[in-house]
């Protein structure tokens, strides 16, 4: 009889210990609203629609953590991103398209591979409107998101994040090209740093990448894209200030043909500037507000304007009615000059006028958390 309760104990104690060593998360965002379009397609047709993440991306996602002893740990996050309003994948044939990562983390800092966001992600989600009125909803302000402060992914790639010291932290990233004999097609890579102490918070930014296969004139090889971004944030009371200037060059844009309006993402250059605040009327209702300028250099074969301007302003109400669950009203309105205005919500021209014509967007949400 006392074998068995021993023998009962032990296991027990086996199966808590293992438990605390090795866990996995289930976690998730439901974000659903509905919104009206003022001006969409050729014709300028106001839209009604049921949308999914608008504010957050909806989304599933699995992460675990296995202590492996002397502080070391090893671990995973698999996320896929969902259209909420019915049911289809976020990137089609892409079951992880948000992030697929193994790694190890310890006081090193933390080492992760796999498809992955880079650091403008993180300066994003802490400086710019993206944290209050969500990426899907300022892509189009920010030069179609090629800053990448609304997050963009790498496949094949390699992130290294610094353990906080003293308030400092900072950020490496690799994208392999894997393309054989060449290894500079395709090649990405970033770096960044953050400090924050107390109500102050400042941090920077770089990404470049590189062409992965021909596209004559340019060869595989040749830079395409570099961006960087400046954010700072300060926490005055209930108020959050914060503001971001953003710089995109697009080194392989082509000279345009055309004499009349094109799109801003045909730009040689961007700078992009957003300011906002963050008001907390009480612990639920929060206050919103922000504005987002850029500024495109356009290069032209003919005659034609060489500049481009979008002013989105954005006012907002949130109102937490628990920890996980919100209820939100946004309003935002796009304009443009001597450019086709590129909209408001998802990627830029996807939901936008045919010409240079304002904006005016409404999304009514609710957005769950798991």
């Avoid at 074998?3 to 296991?11: D, E, G, R, S």
């Avoid at 971001?244 to 060059?249: E, F, I, L, M, N």
């Amino acid at each position: 009889m006392k074998k068995t309760v021993f023998a009962l104990v032990a296991l027990g104690l086996i199966g808590a210990n293992a438990h605390a060593q090795s866990n996995v998360t289930i976690y998730g965002v439901i974000d659903t609203s509905l919104t009206y379009t003022s001006k969409v397609g050729p014709k300028n047709n106001s839209r009604f629609s049921v949308d999914s993440g608008d504010l957050s991306t909806s989304r599933i996602g699995f992460k675990g953590v296995e202590d492996l002893g002397g502080g070391l740990k090893a671990i995973f996050q698999l996320e896929n991103g969902f259209n909420a309003d019915d049911g289809s994948f976020g990137t089609a044939s892409t079951l992880f398209d948000r992030k697929s990562v193994v790694g190890l983390s310890g006081g090193f800092g933390t080492v992760t591979i796999g498809r992955q966001t880079d650091f403008l992600e993180d300066i994003g989600n802490k400086y710019t409107s993206v944290q209050t009125f969500g990426g899907n909803g300022v892509k189009g302000g920010h030069f179609n998101n090629l800053d990448r402060i609304s997050g963009s992914r790498t496949n094949n790639s390699i992130r290294y994040d610094s353990s906080n010291l003293s308030g400092f932290t900072g950020s490496l990233f690799y994208g392999f090209g894997e393309v054989a004999g060449q290894t500079s097609a395709g090649q990405a890579f970033g770096l960044g740093g953050n400090y924050a102490n107390g109500p102050f918070g400042i941090g920077l930014a770089y990404f470049q990448t590189k062409l992965a296969a021909d596209a004559l004139p340019s060869k595989a090889g040749d830079t395409d894209l570099k961006t960087f971004t400046l954010g700072a944030s300060y926490q005055a009371g209930p108020a959050k200030i914060y503001g971001a200037w953003s710089q995109t060059k697009r080194p392989l844009a082509t000279a345009q043909t055309a004499t009349g309006l094109v799109n801003i993402t045909t730009a040689t250059k961007a700078n992009i500037f957003d300011l906002g605040v963050d008001y907390s009327l009480s612990g639920n209702l929060h206050l919103l507000a922000s504005v987002i300028y850029d500024r495109a250099d356009i290069s032209r074969k003919t005659t034609g304007s060489t500049k481009g301007k979008t002013t989105q302003l954005n006012l907002g109400v949130d109102y937490f009615l628990s920890k996980r669950t919100d209820l939100y009203a946004m309003y935002s309105n796009q304009r443009a000059n001597d450019i086709n205005n590129p909209g408001v919500i998802n990627g830029a021209y996807s939901n936008a006028p045919a010409d240079d014509s304002s904006q005016n967007v409404l999304r009514v949400g609710l957005r769950h958390k798991f």
